[in-house]
């Protein structure tokens, strides 16, 4: 009966207006915030959780201190004239191309474009998981038992859109494929936080059509909202253990599924290049899975000789190693070849990581790897970073770029 009355929701949602669907999501989110406030207990114990790392009272003040920023970016998300136009892009050699978008439509890996159905489908799941989440953390506060702890907190939230009809989950990875794909070169993407499957593999093909290179994607898949910024809090620096760290097991599972593609295309011998791009939470799951590697010290030569690292929207407020006890070098940098950084800086989600951390002594992040762009506002990947030399302060110097329309990559 449930999922009759789902289904039914959901196909009212899909048949609506843009506006009837804005206005929907203002009266859930409302609901959702009263019925979080019944439960302090619950919420209390989270609050008690994130505060266990240093590094989040920081962020805390942070947000505090740069609350009207805050409001100004969650404009700027949902903001029309923010997004990509489908105009030309240069490469930074000269060149230049027009994206190819379909007749009628600027720009379709638009994650908010709500005049397609399957973006409307994802916010609804997005709906469907918030509310999720907020039963669990309103169930763990009206519970008697004093003794409960974050271990007892149900941080995976699942829903029927995650499973095909035989019950199976997902492949971890899609494949954006491109007919004239360089040899020898690997690409890989991640995807940041609130992410549904119909983003993830746009923001895939975007990738693959720009740069015309066949696209692994390794997909992050969302928890809700709440939990993936949960998670952030513990995994943007490497200043010590916190027990948010335990993670839900679908960012576990990217975790693990990053290393693991990786370690497989590293070993390739017929591989020169291995390319990787990140975006938002992707780029902490990517910065650990890297940790990871390097203090196991197996494949450190071929991560030096192979490895591109490019990363957007990046909320780590470094980009070092932090083990310093396992490897002389701290700098997670000098452990790829090219190591590059885009970043809006009226982005708040890459304010609270490389923003404000980039000239921080012993930050990692190397000047001349740090690409701001001329002016960029919101955060998706697929509506609001361009992939493009001229969209970039000194795009013209960037490794990534050059690679625009299938142009040779260092």
């Known amino acids: 009966m449930a999922d009759l009355l789902i289904a039914s929701a959901i196909n009212i949602f899909v048949a ?42 920081t962020t805390l003040d942070f947000i505090l201190d740069n609350f009207v920023a805050l409001i100004s970016f969650l404009y700027d998300l949902v903001r029309p004239a923010n997004v990509i136009p489908g105009q030309v892009i240069g490469n930074g050699a000269g060149n230049t191309f027009a994206t190819e978008f379909p007749p009628g439509r600027q720009n379709p890996y638009n994650e908010l474009d709500l005049d397609r159905a399957e973006n409307r489908h994802a916010v609804v799941y997005q709906i469907q998981r918030l509310l999720m989440c907020l039963a669990n953390i309103i169930r763990l506060g009206r519970a008697q038992n004093s003794g409960n702890t974050l271990d007892t907190v149900e941080m995976n939230v699942k829903l029927q859109s995650d499973f095909d009809q035989s019950g199976n989950p997902p492949q971890p990875t899609h494949v954006s494929e491109c007919e004239e794909s360089p040899h020898g070169e690997k690409w890989f993407f991640i995807n940041g936080i609130a992410n549904e499957r119909v983003w993830f593999e746009g923001s895939c093909d975007k990738i693959c059509n720009i740069f015309q290179r066949e696209v692994v994607g390794i997909f992050n898949r969302s928890d809700s ?53 990140a975006h938002s939470q992707g780029c902490l799951l990517l910065r650990l899975a890297l940790i990871d590697l390097v203090t196991q010290g197996l494949l450190v030569d071929n991560m030096q000789q192979k490895l591109r690292v490019f990363t957007f929207g990046n909320p780590s407020i470094d980009w070092r190693v932090g083990r310093t006890d396992l490897v002389q070098n701290d700098l997670l940098s000098s452990f790829s070849r090219v190591t590059e950084h885009y970043a809006h800086q009226l982005d708040f989600v890459a304010r609270l990581g490389i923003v404000t951390h980039q000239t921080d002594p012993g930050s990692g992040y190397e000047n001349n790897s740090v690409f701001y762009s001329n002016n960029g506002r919101g955060h998706l990947f697929g509506a609001h970073y361009p992939l493009g030399a001229t969209a970039y302060q000194n795009g013209g110097n960037s490794v990534l770029l050059r690679a625009v329309n299938g142009g040779d990559m260092d």
């Open 16 to 57: 609506a207006s843009s506006t009837a669907t804005v206005d929907a999501v203002l009266r859930v989110t409302q609901h959702s915030l009263e019925a979080l406030t019944q439960s302090l207990g619950g919420a209390a114990l989270i609050f008690r959780g994130i505060f266990t790392n240093r590094e989040n009272r």
């Open 225 to 277: 909202l709440l939990w993936d910024l949960v998670e952030c809090c513990g995994e943007r620096g490497a200043a010590g253990p916190n027990p948010l760290l335990q993670q839900t097991r679908s960012s576990m599972a990217a975790q693990d599924a990053i290393k693991e593609e990786l370690e497989r295309a590293l070993q390739d011998n017929k591989l020169q290049k291995v390319v990787v791009i």
